[in-house]
């Protein structure tokens, strides 16, 4: 397992974040927030997909007034997506688990303080929002739209909460690329132990976000960094939750799950393999024990592969062998090899959940 920094435990709502509390998936409506039915209805679709934090953005009064409705509907922690407007703040830390702001845009010190102060009478904490492309005026003119401006930005708003003994923090810097995201995280990481919230922001559509978050996550929680985090998808909720999970999954961030092995077929194929994959994929979806499964079109790579695959399967001409832990089992038809390959998978399941 990798190891992770240790970082200052926080609670939003009853999901644990940082110390030792396992990394979170968080993701966010795009409703009006005033809308609250399609508001709790694109949560309760964000909880069924696995989600374990849910944020609504609050720009107007009439959404700041929602939440209340909206918590009262919903299991999941609700966090409160405020900027520039502290009043909107003072509302929603009335109802939700959580508020992100930026001190730093909230104004003067007397309204960060009245939201602070509202913040510790319900025991919440706030999320350090940093965004590359809304720093402060004084970062963005001394560095730029860069990590080191991100970076400072976080300490200057970290400060001012410390400044008004105010602790229950978490901080996000996000930037649009790869780079500077992983660079802002990087700096930062030594200098406190506040736990950090992962994304890329403004990732772009499923196949972009999809490239850019698993190079910037996966490197990142590969270092140890990392205590809860947002794939953000242009215009999608479950398959947020979903590319999130498969990335702390295949960074090894987090123990379990099926790992699939298939090969990228060639001239040498003599079955349906693509159909195959599928529909392993599918009914192997939801089993949480660590398995390593392979699916290889013909015996030039099978048998290599499946000596490391709990259960494997390796085409010949429309028939196919299953092998568990490199021992071939059955020698079948095309047909009958989905049924047996699945009965071998169901049956290293319960050796291992009876371990
Ligand atoms: S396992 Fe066989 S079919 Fe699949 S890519 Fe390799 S050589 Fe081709």
Redesign the pocket.
């Known amino acids: 397992m990798i190891k992770r920094y240790p970082t200052k435990k926080i609670y939003v709502g009853d999901v644990a974040i940082g110390g030792d509390a396992p990394i979170s998936v968080q993701s966010m409506t795009f409703s009006k927030t005033r809308d609250i039915e399609e508001t709790v209805n694109q949560i309760k679709r964000l909880h069924f997909a696995g989600c374990d934090i849910v944020r609504v953005a609050v720009p107007d009064f009439e959404d700041a007034y929602a939440l209340k409705e909206i918590k009262k509907q919903i299991s999941l922690p609700l966090v409160a997506d405020i900027h520039f407007n502290y009043k909107l703040a003072l509302i929603a830390a009335k109802s939700v688990d959580c508020i992100r702001i930026n001190p730093g845009n909230i104004g003067s010190r007397e309204r960060v303080k009245e939201v602070v102060k509202a913040c510790k009478e319900r025991n919440i904490p706030i999320r350090i929002g940093v965004n590359c492309g809304s720093l402060e005026d004084k970062f963005e003119k001394k560095y730029g739209q860069s990590a080191k401006g991100m970076v400072e930005s976080a300490l200057y708003n970290i400060k001012y909460l410390e400044d008004l003994d105010f602790t229950q923090i978490k901080v996000s810097m996000k930037a649009s690329d790869v780079q500077r995201t992983v660079e802002a995280y990087r700096k930062l990481r030594p200098l406190v132990d506040y736990p950090f919230h992962l994304g890329v922001t403004e990732a772009g559509t499923l196949f972009h976000s999809t490239i850019k978050s698993s190079i910037a996550l996966g490197t990142l929680l590969l270092e140890g960094i990392g205590d809860t985090m947002r794939v953000s998808i242009t215009g999608e909720l479950e398959k947020e939750v979903e590319v999130a999970r498969a990335i702390l999954k295949d960074s090894g961030a987090v123990k379990g799950g099926v790992n699939i092995i298939s ?4 001239g ?2 003599e079955s349906n393999l693509l159909d195959m994959v599928r529909k392993v994929e599918e009914l192997t979806k939801d089993i949480k024990a660590p398995l390593n499964l392979s699916v ?3 015996v ?3 048998i290599g592969e499946a000596k490391s695959a709990d259960v494997a399967i390796a085409f010949g001409k429309e028939s196919g062998l299953v092998m568990r832990k490199g021992k071939v089992v059955a020698r079948l038809k095309e047909r009958e090899l989905l049924d047996r390959f699945m009965q071998e998978v169901l049956d290293v399941v319960k050796e291992y959940d009876g371990e």
């Not at 090969?263 to 060639?266: V, W």
């Open positions: 090969c990228p077929t060639c040498r194929l290889m079109g013909c030039v790579n099978a």
